[in-house]
């Protein structure tokens, strides 16, 4: 009898649900020029064949099915929200230029979650212009370029050194030895030796949990990634808050050395905690975006023994030129070699390593005939228009020319976002192509390579399957 009257509660609780949902979609449906499409199963929508389509070699067929079906504009229901997807570049480029007043970030709950209110990602209005204009001034200026290229040269020489002596490198985890290191020196300059490894090791638990199931109960991935952001938070507060005293004891600002003094020199007060919070949000490049980047650049270079010789004899000559002249490398003399540009610009635009931004919208807005509707979710997927053969011929196919053709104006064109754009475009982005530009430099003068078959895959991130295992062999000069 009990169980029979459990199961009328749950069968009434379905039910109820399952009609509030239909209402929902009747009430969207009735709004003229909303996107088509189908919000899926309740709860779920149809996150089921979103994380599929991410696990294969096209992760871009999720939007290409419904593309076909409803257009270039559609709505869906994926990781817990109901959103409108664009695959169109120029919708993308009015939500990306309207961020503010028209569009907020609307990040994933776990997201949300692990990188608290005070993130940059999330924070809106003056704080976030402020933040973003004082840390990209920064991370932009030549002397840090100048004095950084040094680090980052160190760094890629002594992890290549151990090269020689493995027997299988697994590229994915040794590169992140590289940027882990040198995104820290440019967050916080020199943290001692310890400090660094119980960083990396609680990074590693705490960035596991960025896209998950966001339940916080104790043994799940949310649960364990915030547990490591606490962690994580007391050391980081821990080094702020001694660069604070130091600075109120000199009593001076002076010039910026790392971000710390960036945020601390900031004239709107930020607490300690907020500062921590925003160091260790900037960290995911180190341990994310930018090992990845190189990780496929030499995947993508190892499918295309054409391009890796045109990249090797560019690199081989200015590694003459500054021998005979016995000149130092410096940032602009990575930076100017076009072909090697032109092999990081491909690399971006195949990797999609940041697949789409999300954003709310703060009123009904029309777009291209497309309407918006007030607190909709809006993915502007990035991924869609780089693979979309309207924008790029054979876009499956690894091709550095391309942009010979197209010219360096491409890079910066609304068919090519890897680095976001409008008031939010990554303030890293230049520092990210220097790093991948002195990696690609040193690998390729140092090291021939053979790399085992691997694939890429897409969710929840991007990376390697089997972390791309390569061997090497010393290049004789
Ligand atoms: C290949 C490497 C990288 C890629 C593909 C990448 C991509 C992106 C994208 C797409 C955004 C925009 C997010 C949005 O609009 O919601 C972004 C924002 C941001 N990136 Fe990067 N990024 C990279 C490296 C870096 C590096 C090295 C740093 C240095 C700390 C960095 C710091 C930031 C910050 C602070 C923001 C937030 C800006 C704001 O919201 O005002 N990124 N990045």
Redesign the pocket.
């Known amino acids: 009898m009990v169980f029979a009257k459990e199961c009328w509660v749950l069968i009434s609780i379905i039910t109820v649900a399952w009609l509030l949902w239909c209402k929902k979609q009747n009430k969207i449906k009735k709004k003229s020029g909303v996107p088509k499409g189908n919000l899926g199963w309740p709860f779920i929508g149809e996150t089921l064949d979103f994380i599929a389509c991410g696990y294969t070699s096209q992760p871009v067929s999720f939007m290409d099915k419904r593309k076909s079906l409803y257009g270039k504009v559609f709505k869906t229901h994926i990781l817990g929200t109901p959103i409108i997807v664009s695959t169109d570049a120029e919708v993308n480029k009015v939500v990306l230029q309207n961020h503010g007043n028209i569009f907020v970030?609307a990040y994933p709950k776990s997201i949300r979650d692990l990188l608290g209110e005070f993130s940059?990602?999330q924070m809106n209005g003056n704080l976030?212009k402020k933040m973003?204009a004082q840390?990209g001034g920064f991370?932009r200026s030549p002397q840090l370029k100048a004095r950084i290229t040094k680090d980052i040269e160190n760094s890629v020489k002594l992890t290549l050194a151990t090269w020689k002596d493995m027997n299988i490198i697994y590229v994915q985890d040794e590169i992140k030895k590289i940027t882990f290191e040198v995104?820290v020196k440019?967050l916080m300059s020199n943290v001692p030796g310890e400090d660094l490894c119980f960083l990396k090791r609680e990074f590693e638990e705490f960035i596991k949990g960025l896209i998950c199931l966001p339940i916080k109960l104790p043994g799940t991935r949310l649960y364990k990634s915030l547990k490591a952001k606490k962690k994580l938070i007391k050391i980081v507060k821990r080094i702020v808050e001694e660069r604070k005293l130091a600075m109120e004891k000199s009593d001076e600002k002076g010039v910026a050395k790392d971000v710390v003094d960036v945020l601390l020199n900031e004239k709107q007060y930020l607490p300690s905690d907020v500062i921590s919070g925003n160091i260790i949000e900037?960290m995911i490049?180190g341990e994310e975006?930018?090992p990845t980047?190189m990780t496929l650049a030499v995947k993508f270079l190892s499918d295309s023994p054409v391009a890796l010789k045109q990249l090797t004899e560019e690199n081989m000559e200015l590694k003459r030129q500054r021998t005979e002249s016995c000149e130092e490398f410096s940032w602009t003399d990575y930076m100017s070699l076009p072909f090697t540009q032109n092999v990081i610009s491909e690399t971006?635009r195949m990797a999609n390593?940041?697949n789409g931004?999300w954003r709310k919208a703060l009123k009904d807005v029309e777009i291209k005939g497309h309407l918006i509707p007030e607190g909709w979710c809006v993915l502007a997927s990035f991924i869609s228009v780089h693979m979309d053969e309207e924008n790029y011929e054979n876009p499956y196919h690894f091709d550095p020319w391309r942009w010979e053709k197209t010219g360096a104006a491409a890079v910066n064109n609304n068919n090519f976002t890897?680095?976001?754009g409008g008031q939010?475009l990554?303030?890293?982005l230049e520092?990210?192509r220097l790093e991948i530009s002195i990696f690609l430099h040193r690998l390729v003068t140092t090291y021939g390579w053979i790399a085992e078959k691997d694939d890429i895959i897409y969710f929840p991130t991007v990376k390697m399957k089997k972390n791309l295992p390569i061997t090497v062999t010393p290049i004789r000069t």
Do not use: D, K
Request: proline fraction near 11%; glycine fraction near 8%.
């Open positions: 970030s940059i990602l976030q973003h840390i991370l995104l440019i900037m490049p975006t930018v980047a971006l390593i940041i931004v890897p680095f976001g939010r990554c303030p890293g520092l990210s």
